[in-house]
């Protein structure tokens, strides 16, 4: 069986857990994010400070729950200071 960990969750990070859940559905991915949201669209950054967004919460279109429900395990809030060949250590989870 093939692990996948996905290291940050913007939108980047977003499109490649679909990407691989809907290509590989037996592969197990798990979620990294440091904050309490996902798929946040950077380009809106600009919009909101040109006023041309209403509202900042239309700069994200996924959640852990979407993702979760899509097959990944997520775990939010959580630091990744370390990669160590393939195997995650040193997780830090945001109180």
């Known amino acids: 069986m093939t692990t996948v960990a996905v290291i ?3 939108h980047a ?3 490649a857990t679909t990407s691989i ?3 590989h559905p037996d592969w197990t991915v ?5 904050n309490g949201t996902l798929s946040f669209l950077s380009c809106g950054i600009a919009l909101w400070v040109g006023d ?8 994200f ?7 979760a429900e899509a ?8 630091d ?4 160590d060949r393939g195997k995650l250590s040193k997780l830090r989870k945001y109180k």
């Open 52 to 59: 041309h967004v209403s509202d900042p919460k239309k700069m």
């Open 80 to 83: 990744v200071t370390s990669v």
């Open 8 to 10: 940050g969750c913007t």
């Open 30 to 34: 798990h979620v990294f994010e440091r």
């Open 13 to 15: 990070g977003t499109f």
């Open 21 to 23: 859940l809907a290509e």
């Open 71 to 78: 097959g990944a395990t997520m775990h939010m809030r959580t």
């Open 61 to 67: 279109y996924s959640s852990p729950a979407a993702l």
